[in-house]
């Protein structure tokens, strides 16, 4: 119940949208395309019968034919049959002393089935009806049909007389095996689909919606142009494939509207027949205000008749149509015609066509002041295009390919030496066919036409737009052409002015999304077509230049970087930490300062060589340590000013060598002070190790494990330069890589090891008796180093680039600060401020002994 009562509601909506065009469309539209036959296909086609006779034409001929009715749209045909049939009976190299005539075939061109014969011969007695006269000869004249092929497909198969169709190419009626007498005059659209790609990448149209009719030819596009469109990165935003019968189209209509009217694309192709129910579709969109660009072919040049004046960009038609060649005799002719001269006054049925179709009255008294003198007025009225358009051309090469069979029918019926009477009469089907199929003539506006090679022939494109200006007047103008059978860069030729709907040169858009701009990266969206993406920022250090929609950014070298909006690279400055940098000049200034200061404290000590405090701290061991901190003072230089192989290499080995011997000395006096005060009655042996200087062994032996680690450092990965481009943007920090990372720290844990060592053995004699014990003093200095060692480690691998070289220097001079100070500083105190308290213990010394 519920699917009937949506069905209702839509079939009354669209019943609704169909009177409303009723009311607003001058032709009719609606009405018109209801009119359909009894086999529901439109009554739109054209049919004309071509035969020859020996009797001239009389103008007073031309008037012996009653009224009726003709469409708007079959009123050129008419107009070139009259100058193709009147150019070639006045050409006297062209079926000479013969006349070419033509009728009409019943039921189609005309509104009415009440049609007598246009040309009607009283002489001949001869009434044409649809293929056949009525004579006692069969004959095989040819008809001409179009340009639906879909009326000709259906009287082709029920036929064996030969016919030329004028429509667009099929291929339908291509198949010579099913169809034998039908011939196309009209070329294929074998490179249409890549003509059309071919200007959506020039307009830069990446968002395509496609409405096909449902029929072979409509699939068959279909997929030629998805293959386009796919080899070239166009993304289809719908598809629409319109059902061809009007009852099966009403139940989706409004499923096609609503894909219409909500998709982003703004360029859709529409491809098909016109008097079909995809005509009915576009009309429906139309009224709907679908402003889209609309690409499709010649036969959809249609001209829009609404009265409103739109500033809608998106609003317009691109037609592609095969290249007519320029034909002023024919304008010339609708100029000037002559329409009473005829067998109908088109003017007049024209308007008797449009005022039957259109008016609930049918009283032709009403139509008295429908008079008009010429076509010229009509035209005028109409907005009929002067220009031949592609059918018209078509049938225009069809009549003189027909006029050519006939002719080389006649020059063989004259060397047979047939009798008079039946000149002009052709009864082989067969004959006539093959004769037609291969005729190959250059018309009278200069071009080749080869009838047995329509299919395989490239054909050149014309490009036009049309749209709506103020009071429906439309305009139809030509932006470019389209050459297929040239090299691909010189296909395409579009004008560089093109104006858009009402003047601007604005390229509209298409586009599922919009471009990524410089310093973003496409990031396509799941489920979703190609074209349709977000765009993020480029990663650090990574660029997108002017070139829009990157796939992925650019890194910049290593000695370049990306700039804020990261569109391009700039050079790097080179960095290190030098004398000028403010760490690095604080840090040179403090290590010569407490260079000077240590130096002083060895002279002090050396001076004061003889005073006990001096005597009591092993001076020699006090030397060897004021010496070794002096060089771990200066030590630190080499981590500061521009790297070099050799500094990088200095930097670690000399640090850890000369820390080695410092800690060691260190671990050696402590040693001494605890073999000089726990033995309190040492043997003979245990005094020699003392007076011996055995202690002191320690700095030799542990220097020696030092040097051979740092030995094999420098073998099997030293140091080296490198380039740090991460801790500060924009500059290149020149560094001293340590090369093996797990060398560095066995170094520096076996300096660790040392000082825990030594801690150890200082903190056991820290309570040891004597004035002048230093036990306390090496237990708080080795505390002190290493406390700065074990905060080194974590800070310094948290830190990159300068810092880290910061870190180390700060740590090196933190640790030699902490032994200078808390070992001498106390002794430099006593022998220069307190000298009295020296000479007391010296005194004290002197008693004891």
């Known amino acids: ?70 469409p708007a749209r079959s009123y050129e045909f008419f107009l070139v049959m009259f100058f193709a049939t009147d150019e070639i009976n006045k050409n006297p190299y062209l079926l000479p002393n013969m006349s ?150 009403l139940t989706k209509a409004l499923i096609y509207d609503k894909q219409i009217m909500t998709s982003s694309a703004k360029v859709v192709i529409i491809y098909g027949e016109m008097n079909s129910t995809l005509e009915v579709s576009f ?16 036969q959809w040049d249609v001209i829009t008749n609404k009265k409103e004046f739109s500033l809608d ?30 067998p109908i006054n088109i003017s007049e049925s024209i308007l008797c066509w449009n005022y039957f179709n259109c008016s609930i009255s049918k009283n032709r008294n009403k139509m008295e002041h429908f008079k008009f003198n010429n076509t010229l007025e009509w035209t005028a009225l109409h907005k009929y295009d002067m220009a031949l358009s592609e059918e018209g051309y078509n049938l225009y090469n069809a009549v003189y390919a ?211 405090i001096v005597k009591a701290n092993n001076c020699i061991l006090s030397y060897i340590l004021l010496i070794s901190l002096v060089f771990c003072f200066l030590c630190s230089l080499l981590f500061i000013g521009h790297p070099n192989q050799a500094t990088c290499i200095l930097q670690q080995t000399t640090f850890g060598v000369f820390f080695t011997v410092a800690v060691s000395t260190v671990l050696a006096k402590t040693i001494t002070v605890v073999m000089a005060f726990k033995l309190t009655t040492p043997g003979r042996r245990m005094r020699g190790m003392l007076t011996s200087g055995a202690p002191n062994l320690v700095i030799p032996l542990c220097t020696l494990i030092q040097v051979v680690l740092c030995g094999i450092w420098l073998v099997m990965s030293p140091p080296f330069i490198d380039r740090d481009i991460q801790s500060e943007h924009g500059k290149i920090v020149i560094i001293c890589n340590k090369g093996s990372v797990i060398a560095f720290h066995v170094v520096l844990g076996y300096l660790g090891f040392l000082a825990l060592g030594s801690f150890i053995v200082a903190f056991l004699a820290r309570e040891l008796p004597d004035r002048f014990n230093e036990a306390k003093f090496l237990t708080f200095s080795m505390l002190v180093f290493c406390s700065v060692w074990i905060t080194f480690l974590p800070v310094y691998h948290s830190t990159r680039g300068k810092i880290m070289v910061v870190v180390e220097v700060f740590s090196i001079l933190a640790s030699s600060a902490g032994l200078l100070g808390c070992i001498f ?12 308290s020296n000479f007391v213990q010296k005194c004290k010394d002197k008693l004891l002994h």
């Open 1 to 70: 119940m519920k699917k009937l009562c949506a069905f209702t509601i839509s079939f009354l909506l669209l019943k609704f949208s169909i009177i409303l065009c009723c009311l607003t469309e001058p032709l009719c539209f609606w009405r018109i395309k209801n009119s359909e036959d009894n086999d529901g296909v439109m009554r739109s086609d054209c049919g004309f019968f071509l035969w020859t006779t020996e009797e001239p034409i009389e103008d007073n001929l031309y008037n012996k034919i009653i009224d009726f009715r003709i």
């Open 100 to 249: 070419l005539m033509f009728s009409i075939i019943v039921g189609l061109c005309q509104d009415t089935l009440g049609v007598l014969d246009i040309l009607y011969s009283q002489q001949n007695n001869i009434m044409n009806f649809i293929n056949y006269i009525c004579l006692k000869y069969e004959i095989c004249d040819v008809d001409i049909r179009g340009p639906s092929w879909k009326t000709s497909l259906k009287l082709a198969v029920h036929s064996g007389t030969p016919k030329v169709f004028f429509g667009p190419f099929n291929p339908n009626l291509s198949d010579h095996d099913q169809f034998p007498y039908v011939h196309q005059v009209a070329t294929k659209d074998t490179h249409l689909s890549h003509g059309m790609v071919t200007l959506m990448l020039h307009f830069r149209w990446t968002w395509i919606g496609v409405v096909i009719s449902d029929d072979d030819q409509g699939i068959q596009f279909f997929s030629d142009l998805k293959e386009e469109m796919q080899s070239h990165e166009i993304c289809l935003a719908f598809v629409n494939v319109i059902p061809e019968t009007l009852q099966t189209y």
């Open 283 to 298: 009309r429906r969109w139309e009224y709907l205000g679908a402003q889209r660009i609309w690409i499709t072919t010649s």
């Open 313 to 342: 960009f998106f609003h317009g038609t691109v037609t592609f149509a095969h290249q007519v060649c320029e034909m002023t005799k024919f304008r010339n002719f609708m100029q000037t015609v002559d329409t009473n001269k005829y």
């Open 402 to 612: 027909v006029a050519h069979t006939y002719h080389e029918l006649i020059l063989q019926q004259v060397e047979t030496q047939i009798p008079a009477e039946n000149k002009g009469i052709f009864t082989d089907c067969q004959q006539v066919s093959s004769l037609l199929k291969t005729r190959v003539f250059v018309n009278p506006v200069g071009e080749l036409v080869n009838m047995n090679h329509r299919e395989y022939q490239c054909a050149e494109y014309d490009i036009f737009i049309i749209w709506n200006f103020p009071q429906g007047f439309g305009l139809k103008v030509k932006i470019g052409s389209y050459f297929p059978c040239i090299p691909p860069m010189q296909q395409l030729h579009i004008s560089e002015d093109v104006e858009w709907a009402t003047g601007g040169t604005l390229v509209p858009s298409s586009l599922c999304s919009v471009p990524c701009t410089a310093g973003f990266r496409k990031i396509h969206q799941k489920e979703t077509a190609d074209c349709c993406f977000d765009c993020v920022q480029c990663p650090e250090n990574e660029v997108s230049n002017e070139t829009a929609d990157m796939e992925q950014c650019v890194r910049c070298p290593d000695d370049k970087y990306a700039n804020l909006e990261q569109t391009h690279c700039l050079q790097r400055a080179v960095s290190f930490l030098s004398y000028e940098d403010s760490f690095g000049l604080a840090l040179g200034s403090t290590a010569l300062s407490f260079s000077a200061i240590t130096i002083l404290v060895l002279f002090t000590f050396v001076k004061y060589k003889d005073t006990p």
């Open 825 to 836: 500083v106390p002794k430099c105190y006593v022998i220069l401020v307190r000298p009295d």
